[in-house]
């Protein structure tokens, strides 16, 4: 007998139930295998196009941020260096640059001031025009490499206006990696301005070194795609300011792809142009306020990484659908699968809250009396977990309110007498201040009942608590402050500085102890994204210092007799993981006396 009319007859021959799943298991193949066909043909053509669209989104929102950096950059510069002070020292680098300690000295609060006034920037050295050159570096940051090897003179001398040099190591962190914006400035009619030209010597060269891996953070954060994207620096003529040896390939590192994509750019209307390779594709954005160009490296996914990723899933797919299929009856399906997939589903309803209006069988089966049942046990689970929710809820706002509470209300109290004192010996405009930085820190501290504020007021609050107390005592303690752009929308738990910054004031500038008080009292606060959705807080002083171990353990222990000369300390961690989670928050200190004295505190989820 022919073997295919054979196969024919088995079939005519064969059970409903069995032609039925034959012929499911034959569309079940046949649709699983078009599906496949088709997600590799339309992940490769369009999701990647999709892809690429958002990866030019990002470029534009990185260009944007660089180019609001720069502004930033220049305006703080033109902040700083148009004091007197340093148009003086121009002039006396000028007169004379051989005198470097003098200088050195005199430019301290110059290098410093630019130094914090942008994070970008890593740190910042001035160097006398006219060669030889001499150099004068801030004491925080003393060179470690001589002039020589960073910048040459015939470097220095080409450099016409503001100059962005190309990656190489920082002066006074070899192991770092930083970019050069190198500002030359000059004397003109007694002021201090900008050298524009290349064709007589400026006074001085003042160089911003901006960290490589900062400036890759903050384009890499501020774009749209979740890739690992790569950004690159490149001048008008195609020449490279950023390293990029390790992140593409050599068959496109030359400057001749670059002029091309440059001469595509500016015939263009499109701000970004962007170039396809194997296994690469290249997008570059122009930056109109520095005259650099921003290239991006993305690496792409080929259709064999594409096939080798997705096809164990699809093939293991197709086995177990085929086993079940062959497993399964006509009957089966239709009065047993399909209820009990239909209580699952009502099964996924309840564990997702979403079963709201309760379902009904038909049939008064075994399957329809479990259905009753589950409903039953619904509505009862939804009842505890409405109690449970409540109970919680009192808890918290108890607990929470009992901890804000803590915080020293003698604080208040002597601050009254000593706005009473003031009025007393008629000293009314100290007195007057003082009761504005107490209505300050008490609008903050009270906040229309919420438990959560923006940083910004935080750092009011802060403000005028340091205040405050600067009267009170006599200090002259400064405080600085940064915060991430990207945190500008971010609400924390308010009033968590307060103690930590009443704990630096009391115990390391010599008020409630002993020892030597800072000369220049400083307190610097720094608000940070290192991951997305989280927040680190630093809080930093130069006073006397403290014993890390030990005040990190009566800062996260169980409130005690012991703890409570530490109420401060111990009341923020515990209104941290009362708030956020114990397993959201990490705490770590160290302490360099008289130099720097480091709580830090990560907010994992914000």
Not at 2 to 27: F, G, M, Q, R, V
């Amino acid at each position: 007998m022919n073997p295919l009319k054979k196969i024919k007859n088995i079939y005519h021959n064969s059970p409903l139930l069995i032609k039925l799943n034959t012929l499911i298991l034959a569309i079940t193949v046949l649709l699983c295998a078009s599906l496949l066909a088709f997600v590799f043909v339309f992940y490769h053509f369009m999701v990647s196009r999709r892809n690429e669209q958002s990866v030019e989104a990002s470029v534009e929102r990185a260009a944007y941020s660089l180019n609001q950096s720069y502004q930033d950059i220049l305006q703080h510069f033109i902040r700083i260096c148009s004091d007197v002070d340093f148009q003086a020292e121009v002039q006396a680098i000028t007169d004379d640059p051989s005198n470097v300690h003098m200088h050195r000295q005199n430019l301290q609060t110059v290098t410093s001031d630019l130094t914090h006034s942008h994070y970008l920037i890593s740190s910042v050295l001035i160097v006398s025009g006219a060669a030889p050159h001499y150099t004068y570096a801030p004491f925080s940051a003393p060179l470690r490499l001589p002039l020589s090897d960073v910048f040459t003179d015939r470097e220095l001398s080409q450099i016409g206006g503001i100059t962005w040099c190309s990656e190489r190591s920082e002066p006074s962190k070899p192991a770092n990696q930083v970019i050069p914006l190198v500002i030359p400035v000059e004397n003109h009619w007694g002021l201090t301005r900008i050298a524009s030209g290349s064709d007589s010597t400026p006074s001085a060269y003042v160089i911003l070194f901006l960290d490589s891996d900062t400036l890759q953070s903050m384009l890499v954060n501020t774009g749209l795609n979740d890739q690992q994207l790569r950004y690159h620096l490149i001048r008008s003529d195609g020449t490279l300011i950023s390293d990029m040896k390790n992140t593409m390939s050599r068959q496109i590192e030359n400057t001749d792809e670059f002029s091309r994509m440059i001469a595509q750019l500016e015939g263009s209307k499109r701000s970004v142009v962007k170039s396809q390779y194997q296994s690469h594709s290249l997008f570059l954005h122009g930056l109109e306020t520095s005259g650099l160009l921003l290239l991006c490296d993305l690496q792409r996914e080929t259709f064999s990484d594409i096939l080798v990723s997705t096809a164990p899933s699809f093939l293991l797919t197709l086995i177990l659908i085929v086993a079940l299929m062959m497993g399964t009856s006509y009957f089966m399906k239709r009065f047993v699968a399909n209820p009990i997939l239909k209580l699952n589903d009502i099964v996924e309803k309840i564990g997702s809250d979403d079963y709201n209006t309760p379902e009904h069988f038909p049939a008064r089966d075994e399957l329809g009396r479990l259905l009753e049942a589950i409903n039953s046990m619904n509505s009862t689970i939804n009842a505890q977990k409405q109690q449970i929710k409540e109970e919680e809820a009192v808890k918290y706002r108890t607990e929470l309110k009992l901890l804000t509470e803590q915080i020293n209300p003698h604080f208040l109290y002597n601050t009254l007498e000593e706005i009473q004192s003031e009025v007393f010996r008629n000293n009314n405009d100290i007195a007057a201040s003082m009761i504005q930085y107490l209505a300050d820190y008490l609008r903050i501290s009270l906040s229309g009942g919420a438990d959560i504020i923006s940083i910004s007021n935080e750092l009011r609050h802060i403000n005028a608590y340091i205040n405050i107390m600067n009267q009170r005592f006599g200090q002259t303690i400064l405080l600085v402050h940064k915060v991430d752009p990207a945190l500008a929308d971010v609400k924390i738990l308010k009033t968590i500085l307060q103690p930590l910054v009443e704990n630096s004031i009391r115990h390391g500038f010599g008020i409630d102890s002993f020892g030597i008080p800072a000369s220049a009292p400083m307190i610097q606060i720094s608000f940070t994204s290192p991951a997305p959705g989280s927040l680190a807080i630093d809080i930093i002083d130069n006073g006397s210092g403290f014993d890390a171990v030990k005040v990190r353990q009566l800062m996260v222990s169980e409130p005690s007799a012991q703890a409570q000369r530490h109420v401060g300390v111990n009341n923020v961690y515990h209104r941290l993981i009362t708030y956020y989670g114990k397993e959201n928050i990490e705490v770590s200190m160290e302490s360099i006396p008289y130099y720097q004295n480091r709580i830090h505190i990560c907010i994992r989820k914000v």
